[in-house]
């Protein structure tokens, strides 16, 4: 496995430590058409307001919806509950931000070896967060920004 993805991680998890970071959620994005991949973290705070700000949105036209008796759009509209994996809204999005090498260009190899890295410095991690058991990891794929979670 290369170690870009790893000395990514190396490079976050020091700037998280410089900041105070506190990690709620840690993700590898893969910005398509830059042909570049990020880190992105997110801490509790973050998350919990943007969920608030998305379910005072979906208040509105959900209940806009059940009073049309519109149940196709219901569904548009659900709350959402625990975490945000709205990458864009991540309080530290692209924390770290480079160039692909060429050998993952026009490879799904680099998906696996992200989510590989990760798994290799969740010690790491970890130590970066004051609740080290709700620490959530995400990754992109080739067709979402984000398609792998785990814990």
């Known amino acids: 496995m290369s170690t870009f993805f790893e000395d990514m991680i190396t490079e976050a998890l020091s700037k998280v430590r410089e900041k105070s970071i506190d990690i709620f959620t840690f993700a590898f994005y893969h910005d398509h058409e830059s042909a570049c991949v990020s880190i992105c973290i997110d801490t509790e705070e973050s998350s919990v307001k ?9 208040r509105i036209y959900f209940y806009e919806n ?7 759009s219901l569904g548009l509209f659900n709350f959402q509950t625990g975490r945000s994996f709205s990458l864009g809204d991540y309080a530290y999005c692209n ?4 160039s692909l090498p060429a050998e993952y260009m026009s490879s799904n190899k680099m998906y696996l070896e992200m989510i590989q890295a990760i798994n290799l410095n969740k010690e790491n991690i970890l130590k970066c967060s004051s609740k080290p058991e709700n620490v959530f990891y995400c990754c992109s794929s080739e067709n979402n920004e984000v398609e792998y979670i785990w814990q």
């Open 66 to 72: 059940l009073i049309k008796g519109d149940l196709d």
């Open 95 to 98: 924390i770290i931000y480079k």
């Open 50 to 58: 943007t969920i608030k700000s998305s379910n005072e949105f979906s």
